[in-house]
C-alpha cells in the first residue's frame, strides 16, 4: 500500500498553533484593491483561525493518518 500523504494545497494554506489551532489567512487581499478601503486592506493582512465547524476536516488534510 502506498504512503499516505498530505493535501500540498492545505499544507500552503494552513498552519497548527502551539495550542492546536488552525491559521488561515484571509481572502480577497490579492487583486482588485482600489475599491477597498484602507482599514478593509488592513484588516484583510492579518491571520485569523479557522472556524470550529471546519477544523477537524482541515486536521484531517494536514496530518497523515
Known sequence: M???????SAKKRFA?????????KHAFKSHILTKKTKKQKRNLTQTGTVDKADEKSVKQMLIMS
Open 16 to 24: 497548527i498553533t502551539a495550542t492546536g489551532k488552525i491559521k488561515r
Open 2 to 8: 502506498p504512503k499516505m500523504k498530505t493535501k500540498s
